[in-house]
């Protein structure tokens, strides 16, 4: 039996259709229904623009900014978030449109969002900071870098992206949506693969529930953002520490993830072997502990 990977375009465009984005299996030691099980600060940075950005934070220490996928919301980061806050100041934001964040018709690329993490570095007054970016969130990243160098940055965290299309895998056979099949149903089976590639059934109706209540919609301007984007050129020059982690079973390692491996200077790779696109959501424990080591092994900037 062929087993099924879908892309994340593939899994926005259902979520599109469907009228609303993204990604199980057991959860980590210690963590119950997301953020809530840890004592926590929230509240909102304005950014320069006048748009409310949503944020929760937990934890001392060394900062780690979590970003997430186009479309969803810092909920993603239920497995992280409470863990991570053990040994460092953990901070997780709604990116603008989504979650509680403000939900503006401007501003929907990834400079911008870039953008909307410096504000939020420079208003939480933070650094020595580590951008740990899933998806469209390590477009963010690579934007970041891009735009602003090495300010306040201790490291980088990059989680099954790639710099370019070209350098993407094509989707398998059958992936696309089917005939007679519904936008929900594709939606659902869209994510139950992306998740837990191995055994989609895993996924359980609840998390399917809390995952599709995360998505919000977005201007098309994002889709056509990421699609002219080429971050290649920039990869020789990063001169910060990167860690890339990316799912076994996910389109993004064979060029995605080995491109950026082999072009940024002394980044590492980590493959995730039961993991498609959600490495840190599938296998939660490795990636908290592999972030873990690798922030704690990295010299202050």
Not at 88 to 93: D, G, Q, T
Not at 111 to 137: F, M, P, Q
Not at 214 to 227: F, I, K, M, Q
Not at 244 to 256: E, F, N, Q, W
């Amino acid at each position: 039996m062929r087993i099924w990977h879908p892309t994340r375009r593939q899994v926005l465009a259902a979520a599109v259709a469907a009228g609303s984005g993204l990604a199980s299996t057991s959860a980590p030691k210690g963590v119950g229904k997301g953020t809530n099980n840890v004592k926590k600060e929230v509240g909102y940075v304005r950014a320069n623009d006048d748009v409310q950005l949503y944020y929760e934070q937990a934890g001392s220490g060394t900062p780690l900014i979590l970003i997430h996928g186009g479309g969803l919301s810092l909920v993603w980061w239920r497995r992280n978030f409470p863990v991570l806050a053990n040994d460092f100041h953990v901070i997780a934001a709604d990116t603008r449109g989504c979650g509680r964040s403000d939900k503006p018709a401007w501003g929907h690329r990834t400079a911008r969002y870039a953008k909307d993490v410096y504000d939020i570095i420079e208003a939480l007054n933070l650094d020595d900071v580590t951008l740990v970016g899933w998806s469209i969130g390590a477009r963010t990243c690579y934007s970041y870098l891009e735009l602003f160098g090495r300010h306040r940055l201790r490291a980088i965290v990059i989680v099954d992206e790639t710099v370019h299309n070209e350098v993407h895998q094509a989707p398998p056979p059958g992936s696309e949506k089917q005939p007679r099949e519904s936008n929900e149903a594709y939606r659902q089976r869209s994510l139950r693969s992306m998740v837990s590639p191995r055994d989609p059934d895993k996924v359980t109706d609840e998390e399917l529930k809390w995952m599709m209540a995360s998505e919000s919609n977005l201007p098309v301007t994002l889709g056509a953002d990421y699609r002219a984007q080429d971050w290649r050129p920039l990869c020789p020059v990063i001169g910060v520490p990167v860690l890339i982690t990316a799912g076994r079973h996910s389109t993004a390692l064979p060029g995605r993830c080995l491109y950026a491996a082999e072009h940024i200077p002394g980044a590492n790779l980590i493959v995730f072997e039961q993991s498609g696109h959600c490495p840190f959501y599938t296998e939660a424990d490795k990636f908290n502990r592999v972030v873990t080591e690798f922030v704690n092994g990295t010299p202050r900037s």
